[in-house]
């Protein structure tokens, strides 16, 4: 088995075991999982050696989401990961902290764990979380509102295609792998119809 495969196999085993949780009973429009590559940044595309996979899954009343997080294979230092509001092709503001070694947090939100390194040829790394409104970083030019209002639209945005998460290097500050989350819509709802 290559790592990828195992990490592929790990990622499912995560999604399976949010789904055995009655909070997180998957409805349809609840999980979401994604590849991250260079192939995908933006506002360059990138031929990057490093990899990855997310995935999420809200729960049933939208009020938190759990997610898991592995990279491997990045040649310079780790400094951040995120998701995003933004459309494929497109890049978004930060709205959720997964891990950062800025110490840059959203103001008045928890603090994000530490990234581990994943230098080429290394193991892969896995991490995972919990995120609730207490962990939005709002974007008012893209209105996202701070606490639950922010946290509804993030939802919204994973359920309609508009998020993705990405890893940010010291080579790639603005992002190195990155992947879409959910099925684009065009609808105003939080809908998977």
């Given at each position: ?9 790990g ?6 075991a949010?789904s ?17 590559t260079?192939?995908?940044e933006t506002?360059?595309?990138l031929?990057?050696p ?10 049933r009343?939208g ?6 997080l ?8 780790v ?5 995003h509001?933004?459309?494929p ?15 840059n ?8 764990q530490?990234?581990p390194?994943?230098?080429v ?5 896995t ?6 409104a207490a ?6 030019g893209?209105?996202i ?9 993030m939802v ?13 290097t010291?080579q790639f500050?603005s ?5 879409a989350?959910?099925k684009p819509q ?8």
């Amino acid at each position: 088995m290559t790592p990828r495969t195992t990490i592929s196999i790990g990622i499912a085993a995560a999604l399976a075991a949010f789904s055995a949780s009655p909070a997180f009973a998957d409805d349809g429009k609840s999980m979401f999982a994604t590849n991250l590559t260079g192939y995908q940044e933006t506002t360059l595309t990138l031929n990057s050696p490093g990899s990855g996979e997310f995935a999420a899954k809200v729960n049933r009343d939208g009020t938190a989401i759990q997610w898991v997080l592995s990279y491997r294979d990045l040649p310079t230092t780790v400094l951040q990961s995120h998701i995003h509001f933004g459309r494929p092709g497109l890049t978004g503001g930060i709205v959720l902290f997964l891990c950062t070694n800025l110490g840059n947090g959203p103001a008045g939100a928890p603090t994000p764990q530490a990234c581990p390194q994943a230098p080429v040829g290394g193991a892969t790394v896995t991490l995972s979380g919990t995120l609730t409104a207490a962990d939005v970083n709002p974007q008012p030019g893209q209105g996202i509102a701070p606490g639950a209002a922010g946290f509804a639209a993030m939802v919204a945005a994973l359920r309609n295609g508009a998020a993705y998460a990405n890893v940010h290097t010291e080579q790639f500050k603005s992002g190195e792998i990155r992947g879409a989350l959910g099925k684009p819509q065009d609808h105003g709802d939080d809908d998977n119809d």
